[in-house]
């Protein structure tokens, strides 16, 4: 029996193990982390992380052919494969910091594959890391290993968070990087035994381990830069009465550009993009093509411009002025189906509203009260440092924010809502309701055109729509340029 382990429990490690062992239940999977309290939640009836169709994946194969645990050494020991898909995070000190991936995880994982193994191994890459990281970890093994062989294989992971499981089961591709030697082919080909359970083979691409590498970061810099493009051309909709719906529906059926990625938002968030393009950034600098760089660093401009234009906008509608206004806040999470809020807009519009002197009142269907709290006040690109809840009161900023369990709590008496997650129950809220409720006159900010801005301006709401035409109230407000 092959023997699998996953080293990283998290929002990769997790659904990628147990999809695996679902479709492969002749290997032994074993997904292992260092962190206590997300094993046990793994082991329990309450996942650690939020994603439709997951729990009924685990139930199936956990304790059959898929376990969790603490015991890294054991299970890497006994493992044929090993997966290492440990957090990469931005560099927030140093050499590179606020670019930068941070690989200390990753090296410190490398280091004890080298120390506790016995046998030969195939050690993945399921990170996302800079290019030719797989020639340092290769050389951390091979200057420890004591006589063993390993092989380094490249296979960076395309699922995204809300659809996890649907994107494991039938992924537009698989890929997998490798040495171009026949020890490395012959790795390359037992890894991709292991995807053929269930992907056609004509979907697994194999490559050199460098074009896998920076075919993941080139992926998500493609994703995020159509995102920019979408946001940019919102903005000048708005300026010129255009309709950024119907003109991405126009541009997206030239089959050449495609009709996915446009959706216009209040700005791109997710633990991948932004760090994954500030990385491509660095690695074209220290490659001395600055030109390259600076293309790649306007998609990360284009999207804060558009989180900074959405929260000035709510506050020059407003009068000017949001100081002491309730201002509700739907949705936190990063995207709809997760309760994820790394790097999510909402933060930093709910910052830039705060430093405003509004008084937030929070919603969102799974996003954590502590979560969105640390969030709040915490440095970017820092979530492996989060600041503590007795700083949080120390700074004297908890009064200003509150969480609540419900859209209808957190709208009564505001004077403006602003939608930030494009949660399907957004939808069906009662808006009469809410209207009836709220301070006049009453704003919605939709900042994922999700809301019916016909029927809620029927109703009497002054309604921004991003990149629609604007309400002739809007129009004579102040620039928010
Ligand atoms: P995560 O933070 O949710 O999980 C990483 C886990 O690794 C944590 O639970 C941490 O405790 C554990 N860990 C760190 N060092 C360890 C060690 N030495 N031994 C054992 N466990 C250790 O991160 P994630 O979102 O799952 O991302 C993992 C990687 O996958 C990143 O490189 C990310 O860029 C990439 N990725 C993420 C997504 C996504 O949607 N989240 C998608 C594709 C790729
Ligand atoms: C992304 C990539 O899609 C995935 O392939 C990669 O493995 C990890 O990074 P993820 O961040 O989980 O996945 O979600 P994604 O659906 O890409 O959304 C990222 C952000 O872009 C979200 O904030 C989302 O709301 C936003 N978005 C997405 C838009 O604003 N408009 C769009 O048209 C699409």
């Known amino acids: 029996m092959v023997k699998i382990c996953c080293i990283g429990a998290g929002y990769v490690g997790g659904p990628t193990m147990a999809v695996m062992a679902l479709k492969c239940p002749e290997i032994e999977v074993s997904v292992v982390d260092i962190s206590e309290p997300r094993i046990n939640a793994w082991n329990s009836d309450k996942l650690p992380i939020y994603e439709p169709g997951l729990d009924d994946v685990v139930k199936q194969c956990r304790g059959?052919?898929?376990?969790?645990?603490?015991?890294?050494?054991?299970?890497?020991?006994?493992?044929?494969?090993?997966?290492?898909?440990?957090?990469?995070?931005?560099?927030?000190?140093?050499?590179?910091?606020?670019?930068?991936?941070?690989?200390?995880?990753?090296?410190?994982?490398?280091?004890?594959?080298?120390?506790?193994?016995?046998?030969?191994?195939?050690?993945?890459?399921?990170?996302?890391?800079?290019?030719?990281?797989?020639?340092?970890?290769?050389?951390?093994?091979?200057?420890?290993?004591?006589?063993?062989?390993?092989?380094?294989?490249?296979?960076?992971?395309f699922l995204a968070e809300g659809t996890a499981v649907k994107d494991l089961y039938n992924p537009d591709r698989v890929l997998i990087g490798g040495r171009g030697n026949a020890a490395g082919e012959k790795a390359v080909q037992a890894l991709r035994d292991v995807y053929a359970h269930w992907v056609p083979v004509e979907r697994i691409i194999c490559t050199n381990l460098w074009s896998a590498e920076l075919s993941k970061l080139a992926a998500n810099a493609f994703l995020a830069q159509r995102i920019s493009s979408i946001n940019a051309m919102s903005a000048l909709c708005e300026a010129t009465g255009a309709d950024v719906t119907q003109v991405a529906h126009a541009v997206g059926t030239d089959t050449r550009i495609g009709p996915k990625f446009l959706n216009a938002s209040v700005g791109f968030g997710g633990s991948c993009f932004q760090k994954d393009i500030l990385n491509l950034i660095y690695i074209c600098e220290c490659n001395g093509l600055p030109e390259a760089a600076n293309y790649w660093k306007q998609v990360i401009k284009v999207n804060d411009y558009q989180k900074t234009r959405f929260a000035n906008r709510v506050v020059s509608s407003m009068f000017n002025t949001v100081s002491?206004?309730?201002?509700?806040?739907?949705?936190?999470?990063?995207?709809?189906?997760?309760?994820?809020?790394?790097?999510?807009?909402?933060?930093?519009?709910?910052?830039?509203?705060?430093?405003?002197?509004?008084?937030?009142?929070?919603?969102?269907p799974q996003a954590l009260e502590e979560q969105?709290?640390?969030?709040?006040?915490?440095?970017?690109?820092?979530?492996?440092?989060?600041?503590?809840?007795?700083?949080?009161?120390?700074?004297?900023?908890?009064?200003?924010?509150?969480?609540?369990?419900?859209?209808?709590?957190?709208?009564?008496?505001?004077?403006?809502?602003?939608?930030?997650?494009?949660?399907?129950?957004?939808?069906?809220?009662?808006?009469?309701?809410?209207?009836?409720?709220?301070?006049?006159?009453?704003?919605?900010?939709?900042?994922?055109?999700?809301?019916?801005?016909?029927?809620?301006?029927?109703?009497?709401?002054?309604v921004y729509s991003i990149g629609k035409p604007l309400d002739s109230w809007l129009k004579n407000m102040p620039s928010v340029a």
């Open 64 to 157: 059959r052919n898929l376990f969790f645990s603490t015991d890294v050494e054991r299970h890497v020991f006994e493992s044929d494969i090993v997966f290492v898909s440990v957090n990469t995070p931005t560099k927030t000190q140093g050499l590179g910091a606020g670019k930068a991936a941070d690989l200390t995880y990753w090296e410190s994982a490398a280091r004890m594959i080298a120390d506790v193994s016995k046998s030969s191994k195939i050690v993945v890459e399921k990170s996302t890391v800079p290019v030719r990281t797989a020639e340092a970890i290769e050389k951390i093994l091979t200057h420890n290993s004591k006589g063993i062989e390993f092989q380094i294989l490249s296979n960076p992971e």
């Open 324 to 364: 002491g206004k309730k201002v509700a806040i739907l949705g936190f999470a990063f995207k709809k189906d997760t309760g994820d809020t790394r790097e999510t807009p909402a933060i930093d519009v709910c910052n830039r509203l705060v430093a405003d002197k509004a008084k937030l009142s929070i919603y969102d």
């Open 372 to 462: 969105i709290r640390k969030d709040l006040f915490m440095a970017r690109f820092d979530w492996d440092h989060p600041v503590s809840l007795q700083q949080i009161k120390a700074e004297g900023m908890l009064e200003q924010v509150s969480v609540v369990s419900d859209a209808y709590e957190a709208t009564k008496d505001a004077h403006g809502i602003c939608v930030l997650t494009e949660w399907d129950e957004f939808k069906s809220l009662d808006f009469e309701r809410i209207f009836e409720s709220m301070r006049k006159p009453a704003f919605v900010f939709d900042g994922r055109n999700v809301v019916d801005a016909v029927k809620l301006r029927e109703i009497g709401f002054i």
